[in-house]
């Protein structure tokens, strides 16, 4: 797709590389993703968006290739260094502390502690500004709870993982990546989340989406980026293209052109998943 | 709102919890004083501290001390260790006991050495403290000792073995206790004395810890050291019933002489089956009995027994041997214990 | 993290801001079964025998549980990572016999002696830390091995022999002074001050947060930058200091070394731990629990004692209570989903 002004990506990968033994799980990937939208990344199993996704939030250092954040060549030295740099993931487990309320877990690893000798001699936490704090941000994207002491554990799924959310929006900068955010709700809650993912995306944070269910990704992408064999297949807007012919390119069954039409590559499969050239 | 600066509200309940007892301390205490040794209702409390709740030696123990204290109309409070060695028991079950008022503690110490202080504590409150069967490291730091002469239980057997064994050369195995526990120690070196001989003369030395399985591998160990093992020493019954299973097991048993100690009730049998050659009988009810009767005088008079009182033993065999007095099972069987 | 502010007006969602109020907090806590268990047990007693309910008595209990409730802030500490460690009763003998034996000797001035057997203690329980951390090895594996190595490590060196004339720093623990009408170990204020700073620690401060976030769920704590592997290993290290502080208070109590002390402790102390509504599998507990736990054992130990009931019902009657404990975790953490 050629692009005439698009402003500089937030976060951008150019050739990509990762080995393990024999085993190549990034191919040469590239990467973009806009200011402001939400961009959903899909690709079947053993596609390798699970490495690509850990490459861009410092879990794993690529052999080659570059990142650049906000337009800046960058290298993750683990996890930790990316978040310092204001890159934020919602796993898909959520990594909450069950028994823990909300507030803690907000600031889980990050504890305000009090001003004055109470903090630094004493290492005393600050719980009513935590807790303060935690009710800002959660009010900030709208999220209902009618109270934020009651352990993560008492509350249902969706709400678990609107607390994961807020804390991520919370402390990001930069990006938000969400690991397959609706897979475990049921469609109520899952319609709650992407609700919410919408208003981070319309407070001006870009958010990474990482999903296997299509109607949600067409529901809510601004582009998708199809992965496959290792490296980008396609980016692409979900309402040039249907969902089963996006499906095709994520198996290869079609391949997209410069100009962006597709083209049958494995005309069996293409016939299978009913799709055709356009 | 108030920007008054609050406890955090567990810190509240930590510090609510330890006032609670604060006060509790002080509140109480001012009631109804502190410890006091008086026997207030009337009747007369008496201790009873053994190793273990478990081993049938005390059971017996505790039996006795019931009787007399019922006969004299004390009251019994007893208590026990967790195990055979547990000294850290023993010590919170006298602070106990004189805590709750008991005249006279009669204790059957796991550590001879460690439990000193403690009795010297309870002492100090005017509590009359006797040790049974197993003396204190020093003797004197119990008022007084009502036990078994160990050693003499142990000559006995030595003798008997020695008159019985009528001249064949002896090729001796002792199955022990355990290292430095005195019970141990003066049986054994009263075995050898009274059969005439040292511990350069011994085969083989196992240690049991007075139990059967223990007894039945340290046996399995010396036949296989030392084969032609004739006289086997044991520290208890339960040792030599170990012992005897082991010999059975390589047809041994006929050819092999075994003595012990302690005269429970199955050991006894034990002897009359011809499993056991002979044993020392001890009687623990005595100890117990006359444990009681010193408390209970020392309560009524204010006269503290003293010194050591020998309890006696009498050597039990079916299989009389000339030059040592023993007497035979069935009397044996009318006094044990167990 | 970037703060942003409700605009004046906008009504927030939420229903309150502020923690609930004491009177709330204390019904709800984990602690509250087993208080009333312990007030329970305390009316009972008091009914049952006329010397329960005395000062000298309490600060009888208090000075009777406070090793094994030293031992139990170190369990408790294990147990909230979902660990568990069944050697801390022979580290802390082992701790005891070599602070016995060097002061008794004349190896070590007394005070270095009992500095240098508290570390060793620590020593004991860094390498818990390590290989539970490092190879990694599951901790009930770990410290039952380590539990038979002390052990032996403690007859070996200590020859089967009972360590008397102790000099006078290592019993000053075991001095009391008045109270109101009674007399209290300087000991068991050690105890209580422990249990008050663990307390602190694990309720006030980021470390504790850490400790229980690590209990809940491993992944989720490092995930979220906490630095697990220094955690766990800090808390077995500390764990073992307590154990060799509990060593010291052993002595102060008996007055001597005794190579056969604790083996019952390592149990005991799980059972005080589990009986203040800790939870075995991680994530959820207090210390404050723990000292409840430890006082219960002591006051049923005391109360039965009194009664003139025989010692063997006290072990039947713990047993109980502990499987009545840890059912009770189990259907309120049923509940709680």
């Known amino acids: ?278 | 709102m108030s920007r008054t600066s609050r406890l955090p509200v567990s810190l509240l309940r930590v510090a609510a919890c330890t006032g609670v007892a604060a006060l509790t301390l002080t509140a109480c205490g001012s009631g109804s004083g502190s410890s006091s040794t008086s026997a207030g209702s009337g009747s007369i409390k008496v201790g009873l501290i053994t190793k273990t709740d478990t081993n049938p030696f005390f059971v017996k123990m505790k039996e006795g001390a019931e009787k007399a204290a019922k006969a004299d109309g004390a009251q019994l409070v007893t208590a026990a260790g967790k195990f055979d060695g547990d000294n850290a028991g023993q010590v919170t079950a006298i602070e106990n006991m004189v805590a709750s008022g008991v005249k006279g503690i009669l204790i059957t110490p796991s550590d001879s050495k460690a439990i000193v202080p403690a009795i010297a504590k309870a002492r100090a409150k005017g509590v009359l403290v006797i040790a049974l069967d197993t003396p204190t490291e020093p003797q004197s730091a119990v008022d007084a000792l009502f036990a078994t002469n160990n050693l003499n239980a142990g000559k006995l057997i030595g003798q008997y073995a020695k008159a019985a064994m009528k001249g064949k050369t002896a090729k001796i195995a002792t199955l022990d206790l355990a290292p430095g526990v005195s019970v141990g120690v003066q049986r054994h070196n009263g075995f050898l004395q009274g059969f005439g001989a040292t511990d350069k003369d011994v085969a083989c030395a196992q240690d049991t810890g007075g139990d059967q399985a223990k007894g039945q591998t340290a046996m399995e160990n010396c036949l296989q050291k030392a084969p032609g093992i004739n006289l086997v020493y044991t520290i208890n019954e339960p040792a030599a019933l170990g012992a005897y299973t082991a010999l059975k097991a390589k047809g041994r048993e006929k050819d092999v002489l075994i003595v012990s100690v302690d005269g429970g009730c199955t050991g006894t049998q034990a002897v009359k089956d011809g499993k056991i050659a002979a044993t020392s009988q001890q009687y623990p009810l005595k100890m117990a009995s006359q444990g009681v009767q010193a408390v209970v005088d020392y309560a009524k008079s204010g006269k503290k027994a003293s010194g050591y009182t020998d309890t006696g033993v009498n050597l039990i065999t079916d299989k009389a041997q000339a030059g040592v007095t023993s007497k035979d099972t069935a009397f044996g069987l009318q006094n044990c214990w167990g | ?337």
């Open chain 1, 1 to 278: 797709m050629t692009a005439t002004s698009t402003p500089t990506p937030v976060l951008q990968a150019r050739g990509l590389v990762k080995r393990y033994g024999h085993v190549t799980a990034i191919d040469g990937a590239d990467f973009d993703l806009l200011p402001g939208e939400v961009l959903a990344v899909i690709g079947d199993n053993g596609a390798g968006k699970t490495s690509l996704i850990k490459a861009l939030t410092g879990a794993v250092i690529p052999d080659a290739g570059e990142i650049r954040l906000n337009g800046k060549p960058i290298t993750f030295s683990g996890p930790q260094s990316a978040r310092a740099h204001g890159i934020e993931t919602v796993y898909q487990d959520l990594a909450v502390a069950a028994s823990m309320d909300i507030a803690s877990n907000m600031f889980l690893g990050r504890e305000l502690r009090r001003p004055g000798v109470l903090g630094s001699a004493f290492r005393m936490l600050d719980k009513k500004r935590m807790r303060q704090e935690a009710a800002e941000h959660m009010a900030d994207l709208k999220i209902g709870l009618r109270s934020l002491t009651q352990s993560v554990e008492t509350l249902s799924g969706g709400q678990r993982q609107a607390v994961a959310v807020a804390r991520a929006v919370a402390w990001a900068n930069s990006v938000v990546v969400m690991d397959e955010p609706t897979a475990a709700l049921g469609v109520k809650e899952s319609g709650q989340v992407l609700d919410l993912i919408r208003r981070v995306r319309d407070k001006g944070m870009p958010v990474v989406l990482i999903s296997h269910n299509m109607p949600h990704v067409f529901e809510i992408a601004d582009r998708i980026h199809v992965h496959r064999l290792g490296r980008r297949a396609a980016v692409i807007k979900p309402s040039d293209y249907s969902m089963a012919e996006v499906v095709a390119i994520m198996t290869g069954a079609l391949t997209v052109d410069e100009a962006g039409g597709t083209v049958v590559a494995d005309s069996e499969a293409a016939k299978a998943a009913g799709v055709q050239a356009n």
């Open chain 3, 1 to 337: 993290m970037t703060a942003t502010t409700t605009p004046p007006g906008t009504s927030s969602p939420y229903a309150e801001l502020k923690a609930p109020g004491v009177a709330r907090r204390l019904l709800t806590a984990p602690t509250t079964g087993p208080l009333a268990a312990l007030l329970l047990a305390c009316a009972f007693f008091s009914l049952s025998t006329d010397q329960f309910l005395t000062g000298g008595n309490f600060s009888l209990i208090v000075q009777q549980v406070m090793v094994v409730g030293t031992l139990a802030i170190g369990q408790t500490l294990i147990i909230l990572t979902a660990g568990i460690d069944l050697s801390c009763g022979a580290v802390m003998a082992f701790g005891s016999i070599m602070i016995a034996k060097m002061a008794a000797q004349g190896t070590l001035p007394p005070l270095l002696a009992i500095a240098l057997g508290i570390a060793v203690c620590g020593g004991f329980g860094l390498v818990n830390g390590l290989l539970v951390q490092k190879i990694p090895l599951p901790p009930f594996i770990v410290t039952l091995g380590m539990l038979n190595v002390a052990f032996a490590l403690t007859h070996i060196y200590s020859a089967e022999q009972t360590v008397t004339n102790l000099p006078g720093p290592l019993t000053a623990l075991g001095e009391t002074f008045p109270l109101g009408h009674t007399d209290i170990t300087y000991g068991s204020l050690v105890t209580i001050a422990l249990f008050l700073l663990l307390a602190y620690a694990l309720s006030n401060t980021g470390w504790g947060r850490h400790v229980y976030a690590l209990g809940n769920s491993q992944e989720a704590a490092r995930l979220n930058g906490i630095r697990t592997s220094r955690l766990t290993i800090g808390i077995y290290t500390v764990a073992g200091l307590l154990y060799g502080i509990a060593a010291l208070l052993l002595i102060s109590r008996t007055g001597v070394g005794d190579p056969q002390a604790g083996q019952t402790d390592n149990l005991d102390s799980i059972t005080a731990v589990v009986l203040g509504g800790t939870s075995l599998f991680g994530g959820r507990g207090s210390v404050l629990g723990t000292f409840i736990g430890v006082l219960i054992v002591g006051v049923f130990r005391n109360g039965l004692q009194l009664m003139g009931v025989a010692s063997i019902y006290q072990t039947l009657i713990t047993g109980v209570l502990v499987i009545l404990a840890v059912t009770v975790d189990q259907i309120s953490r049923k509940k709680a989903r």
